[in-house]
């Protein structure tokens, strides 16, 4: 009886023992997955700038190639360009923000004529309590 239990006993903790090893080696698998991902992610990243940066390098190279007059132009568009994004961003924020005070304006009119008309039912009802208790 008593080796039995002791063996059982033993057996159990062999088995959560086990368990527990178990989980250890998936919860190492699952950081080496997560640790993969971020080195591909870093890789891709790395590349992306790589190959960013040659096209900088070539686009210099083909600009030093031109005649000074055109790469003045080139730069002078390029500017207008960013220019006129700039100026069009400016122009849908006023365009948003006159929207919004415009619907506030109309909120407060809808607003202010309720409230008239609440005022106007609200004489008009005790009028008709003073004629009443006059009468």
Do not use: C, H, V
Not at 33 to 43: G, R, S
Not at 91 to 120: G, H, T, V, W
């Amino acid at each position: 009886g008593i080796a039995e239990k002791q063996k059982i006993k033993e057996e159990l903790k062999n088995k959560t023992e086990e368990e527990r090893l178990f989980k250890i080696r998936e919860e190492q698998e699952k950081l080496e997955n997560i640790q993969k991902e971020a080195e591909e992610k870093i890789k891709i990243a790395k590349e992306e700038q790589r190959k960013l940066k040659e096209n900088l390098k070539e686009e210099d190279i083909n600009m030093q190639k031109l005649p000074k007059w055109k790469r003045d132009k080139i730069e002078r568009d390029r500017l207008n360009k960013a220019k006129e994004e700039e100026n069009e961003k400016l122009k849908q924020e006023k365009q948003e923000k006159e929207e919004k005070i415009k619907k506030a304006k109309q909120e407060e009119e809808e607003y202010k004529a309720r409230l008239e008309e609440e005022m106007d039912w609200a004489m008009s009802l005790k009028k008709q309590q003073e004629e009443e208790q006059i009468s």
